[in-house]
């Protein structure tokens, strides 16, 4: 009865084997998955470094939406020159101010804040897409660790009934009913669960410290596991998933702004066939051949490159768009397999997860069975051990498969917004 209570233990972990998706799922007390997760995504490096590239490329685009202003212009100069009478000098000196203006930005300036703007919106949903990973990394970060306590408990467990079996074979040996060998095995068994479960606290001091360091947490306050709701069973078919990942996920959003901003580059790279034009004005006052001049000032400069790069930079924007949307095809592909596998895997982690409680159920009746009569004197020490080796491995694939349902579910959430 102590074998069985302690199924009845793991199965309180797991939160009963055979749950299904929607109701309760194994939790930490101290951190549910949705804190797990937002902790992650705020100590995650890659989301900082995402959103510092979202911060870079506004200042890109303030710097292209700014560029068509006029600037103001100024000049001093300073000279001699031959005075009035022989060998004499004057000083000439004359300071201009105005305003001018690029013809060329003007002409540019829609493309490039077009441009500029597209990076910016790519380089949002490419940090969307980080916040994505950092919370899938949390899913899995935290059932593992859930997993891991769960595996420990059980692995007492399992060591608190091996040793009931050991004190069975002495007594049995003692009173003359079975032979010391079967003490022997019965150490043997002992000294495994022993093993076993040393192995067990050490994985669970690793997987709980990488949840911690993840999170930010003290690991030593994930020791209790309670339950909290858990994501819903899945809503239509896969075709609908698929369907709503390719609208929604971020990683496509990004590559669609990306290929309308090298869109606009090549309208950009088109125009600089036209020569640059720069036009200023403003008024000028100073001293010529010693009298006093002021008055209005004008000029247009005009530079046209023989070279003409307007080929050359246009092919190379080109090529850039060409890259980008060979990615976004890619990327489409990619995220529907994902998709796909994920839609697979949640609903093959369901039944595995039935079908492992269930047989664990069946070997704890088998071990029960077996060890009634082992007591009665109808099995051998042999029995016993192999009936306890298919409880524990029935029992770990079940507290294994229950936590992976739970996973595989919360990663389909995660990458289907």
């Given at each position: 009865?102590?074998?069985?209570?302690?199924?009845?233990?793991?199965?309180?972990?797991?939160?009963?084997?055979?749950?299904?998706?929607?109701?309760?799922?194994?939790?930490?007390?101290?951190?549910?998955?949705?804190?797990?997760?937002?902790?992650?995504?705020?100590?995650?490096?890659?989301?900082?470094?995402?959103?510092?590239?979202?911060?870079?490329?506004?200042?890109?685009?303030?710097?292209?939406?700014?560029?068509?202003?006029?600037?103001?212009?100024?000049?001093?100069?300073?000279?001699?020159?031959?005075?009035?009478?022989?060998?004499?000098?004057?000083?000439?000196?004359?300071?201009?101010?105005?305003?001018?203006?690029?013809?060329?930005?003007?002409?540019?300036?829609?493309?490039?804040?077009?441009?500029?703007?597209?990076?910016?919106?790519?380089?949002?949903?490419?940090?969307?897409?980080?916040?994505?990973?950092?919370?899938?990394?949390?899913?899995?970060?935290?059932?593992?660790?859930?997993s891991a306590v769960a595996l420990e408990t059980f692995r007492a467990a399992e060591l608190a009934g091996a040793l009931?079996?050991?004190?069975?074979?002495?007594?049995?040996?003692?009173?003359?009913?079975?032979?010391?060998?079967?003490?022997?095995?019965?150490?043997?068994?002992?000294?495994?669960?022993?093993?076993?479960?040393?192995?067990?606290?050490?994985?669970?001091?690793?997987?709980?410290?990488?949840?911690?360091?993840?999170?930010?947490?003290?690991?030593?306050?994930?020791?209790?596991?309670?339950?909290?709701?858990?994501?819903?069973?899945?809503?239509?078919?896969?075709?609908?998933?698929?369907?709503?990942?390719?609208?929604?996920?971020?990683?496509?959003?990004?590559?669609?702004?990306?290929?309308?901003?090298?869109?606009?580059?090549?309208?950009?790279?088109?125009?600089?066939?036209?020569?640059?034009?720069?036009?200023?004005?403003?008024?000028?006052g100073g001293a010529d051949t010693g009298q006093p001049i002021h008055g209005s000032v004008a000029g247009v400069h005009?530079?046209?490159?023989?070279?003409?790069?307007?080929?050359?930079?246009?092919?190379?924007?080109?090529?850039?768009?060409?890259?980008?949307?060979?990615?976004?095809?890619?990327?489409?592909?990619?995220?529907?397999?994902?998709?796909?596998?994920?839609?697979?895997?949640?609903?093959?982690?369901?039944?595995?997860?039935?079908?492992?409680?269930?047989?664990?159920?069946?070997?704890?009746?088998?071990?029960?069975?077996?060890?009634?009569?082992?007591?009665?004197?109808?099995?051998?020490?042999?029995?016993?051990?192999?009936?306890?080796?298919?409880?524990?491995?029935?029992?770990?694939?079940?507290?294994?498969?229950?936590?992976?349902?739970?996973?595989?579910?919360?990663?389909?959430?995660?990458?289907?917004?």
């Amino acid at each position: 009865m102590r074998a069985r209570r302690a199924v009845a233990l793991i199965a309180a972990l797991i939160a009963g084997a055979g749950a299904t998706p929607t109701r309760g799922v194994p939790a930490f007390a101290a951190l549910s998955l949705a804190g797990a997760e937002s902790t992650t995504i705020a100590r995650d490096v890659s989301v900082q470094e995402a959103y510092a590239v979202v911060a870079q490329r506004s200042a890109l685009l303030h710097l292209a939406r700014v560029r068509a202003y006029p600037h103001l212009v100024g000049d001093y100069s300073l000279s001699a020159q031959a005075g009035t009478t022989p060998n004499s000098t004057l000083e000439q000196h004359l300071l201009s101010v105005g305003a001018g203006i690029s013809l060329n930005d003007i002409l540019a300036s829609a493309q490039a804040t077009r441009s500029a703007a597209g990076d910016v919106l790519a380089s949002q949903r490419q940090a969307d897409a980080a916040v994505l990973a950092a919370r899938e990394r949390a899913v899995r970060l935290y059932y593992g660790a859930l997993s891991a306590v769960a595996l420990e408990t059980f692995r007492a467990a399992e060591l608190a009934g091996a040793l009931r079996d050991r004190n069975a074979a002495a007594l049995r040996a003692r009173s003359g009913e079975a032979p010391e060998l079967d003490v022997i095995r019965a150490d043997v068994t002992l000294e495994q669960a022993r093993a076993d479960l040393a192995l067990a606290a050490a994985q669970r001091v690793d997987a709980i410290g990488a949840l911690a360091s993840a999170t930010g947490v003290e690991a030593a306050s994930l020791a209790t596991i309670t339950t909290e709701p858990g994501p819903p069973a899945t809503r239509g078919g896969v075709d609908a998933y698929v369907s709503r990942a390719l609208a929604q996920r971020p990683e496509i959003a990004a590559l669609m702004a990306l290929v309308a901003a090298r869109r606009a580059d090549v309208s950009l790279a088109k125009q600089s066939a036209l020569p640059s034009v720069t036009a200023s004005g403003g008024v000028q006052g100073g001293a010529d051949t010693g009298q006093p001049i002021h008055g209005s000032v004008a000029g247009v400069h005009v530079d046209l490159p023989l070279g003409s790069p307007a080929s050359s930079n246009t092919q190379i924007a080109r090529a850039q768009l060409d890259a980008v949307s060979a990615q976004l095809i890619d990327v489409r592909r990619t995220i529907a397999l994902e998709v796909a596998a994920a839609f697979g895997d949640a609903h093959a982690a369901d039944a595995s997860a039935q079908a492992a409680a269930a047989a664990s159920e069946q070997a704890a009746r088998a071990l029960r069975a077996v060890e009634l009569g082992y007591r009665e004197g109808a099995s051998s020490s042999l029995d016993v051990a192999d009936a306890r080796r298919t409880y524990v491995q029935a029992s770990v694939n079940a507290v294994v498969a229950e936590y992976l349902r739970a996973q595989a579910y919360a990663i389909l959430e995660v990458i289907v917004p």
